[in-house]
């Protein structure tokens, strides 16, 4: 199975500040990364497709790079209603295997 | 209005069964992978199960092999999860999702259900 290791596993931010959330794939998995921000209960919502396609809705200050092992979700300016987890997830085979997380806190 | 609405959890003993159902609506259910997906409390998120647009392919995670069983009816849009065998494990919010791209069952997953918790406990 490939494992998917974020980082940081939290991180504390102000508004305006940018904001950049790391993974690693525990194997190459091309582009087939995604991101997703999840609040307190409520589903998960997707914010990046294909590493770097933002979905359609999705506010253009997220962002998505990489490919091979190392993925980047970039937030270039936090605003309230951000702070949440994310979550990255391989799209490249089965088992389908999600990170961990970051949640995203207010400083 | 695109959605999906889970329905059939609740609480059930170590080793009973349950069968969850996923309703969608507002697109062509018939043309879209889907998948479930849960989540622990307090945990993050394991995909569960896929089953593919016409129920041709599935697929499941290690921890649920042999005792779930996904599957679907393209006449009434609507998703299953069959558990049997459960365990304490198990206990967790599932979410039926949509493949985002209509006959890839991978990519991404587009449409989330609210979910429906399900606790396995004595």
């Known amino acids: 199975d490939i494992q998917m290791t974020p980082s940081p596993s939290s991180v504390s931010a102000s508004v305006g500040d940018r904001v950049t959330i790391t993974c690693r794939a525990s194997?190459?998995?091309?582009?087939?990364l995604a991101w997703y921000q999840q609040k307190p209960g409520k589903a998960p919502k997707l914010l990046i497709y294909?590493?770097?396609s933002l979905q359609s809705g999705v506010p253009s200050r997220f962002s998505g790079s990489g490919s091979g092992t190392d993925f980047t979700l970039t937030i270039s300016s936090l605003q309230p209603e951000d702070f949440a987890t994310y979550y990255c997830q391989q799209a490249n085979s089965f088992p389908l295997t999600f990170g961990g997380g970051t949640k995203v806190e207010i400083k | 209005q695109v959605q999906l609405v889970e329905s059939g959890g609740g609480v059930v003993q170590p080793g009973r069964s349950l069968r969850l159902s996923c309703a969608a609506s507002g697109f062509t259910f018939s043309s879209y992978g889907m998948h479930w997906v849960r989540q622990a409390p307090g945990k993050g998120l394991e995909w569960v199960a896929v089953i593919w647009y016409d129920g041709s392919n599935k697929y499941y995670a290690d921890s649920v092999k042999g005792r779930f069983t996904i599957s679907r009816d393209n006449s009434k849009n609507t998703l299953y999860l069959q558990m049997n065998s459960l365990r304490a494990e198990d206990t967790a919010v599932y979410y039926c999702?949509?493949?985002?791209?209509?006959?890839?069952?991978?990519?991404?997953?587009?449409?989330w259900g609210q979910g429906t918790m399900v606790t396995v406990s004595s």
């Open positions: 294909a590493a770097s």
């Open positions: 194997q190459g998995i091309s582009s087939w």
């Open positions: 999702a949509r493949s985002a791209v209509a006959g890839n069952p991978l990519i991404a997953f587009d449409i």
